[in-house]
């Protein structure tokens, strides 16, 4: 099962957005509305952030949104601020064979 | 509050074997697949499989043979055994509860393991 593919870095200036693809195959982000992003600080662990592509859990501002568009899921952050700093990976359910597979992570940068 | 809670770190000789322990607290033991993912210095994460507090286990392919994962319900806690060590296991390995399906909720804070003659 091979990674999802993620740019390997993204950045925007203070109050702009930014916007990370997650692209996969039909066997996994394009069969299965189950892609979850995760956000990680060095040295920490991840952080869930979307599940089911588009839902944030409680405690997640609204700043974070997520969507998909056939094998690719996108994450976007609106109205970055300098917390959001911190690198993401997407990951997606791809079937009871080979469960899940994690993108191959993005770097974001505040300018 | 809902948490995991993870044993600590590990330096092993390569061929041996490294058990990690995850225990949680906060919410009934069995209601959550527990997952376990490891990620390299400088690298990703990586899914390497889970087990069914219930009962059951599934391993990626790339594990399945070197990967025991088990668990102690009277303890609540979940064990992650890799055998046969090599440099490439060296790595931060979490486990994580599934509270939402097929979304990985609640990290324990991670078990930094070195593998190295």
């Known amino acids: 099962q091979s990674a999802l593919t993620q740019p390997p870095s993204a950045s925007g200036s203070l109050g702009q957005s930014v916007t990370i693809s997650c692209t996969g195959t039909r066997r996994d982000v394009g069969g299965y509305w189950y892609v979850s992003w995760y956000q990680q600080y060095p040295g920490k662990a991840p952080k869930i952030i979307i599940y089911?592509?588009?839902k944030r859990p409680s405690g997640v501002p609204d700043r974070f949104s997520g969507s998909k568009s056939g094998n690719t899921a996108f994450l976007t952050v609106s109205g970055l601020q300098a917390e959001d700093e911190a690198d993401y990976y997407c990951k997606s359910y791809a079937g009871s064979d080979h469960p899940y597979v994690f993108g191959t992570g993005t770097k974001v940068s505040v300018l | 509050q809902v948490q995991l809670v993870q044993s600590g770190a590990e330096v092993k000789k390569p061929g041996a074997s490294v058990k990690v322990s995850c225990r949680a607290s906060?919410?009934?033991?069995?209601?959550?697949?527990i997952h376990w993912v490891r990620q390299a210095p400088g690298q990703g994460l990586e899914w390497m499989g889970w087990?069914?507090?219930?009962?059951?286990?599934k391993s990626a392919q790339k594990f399945q043979g070197r990967l025991i994962m088990t668990r102690d319900t009277s303890i609540t806690t979940a064990y992650m055994e890799m055998t046969w060590l090599t440099s490439d296991d060296t790595a931060t390995y979490f486990c994580a509860a599934e509270a939402t399906l097929k979304a990985f909720d609640i990290w324990g804070q991670g078990t930094m393991v070195a593998v190295s003659s």
């Open positions: 906060g919410y009934s033991f069995n209601r959550y697949f």
């Open positions: 089911d592509v588009t």
């Open positions: 087990i069914n507090p219930r009962g059951g286990t």
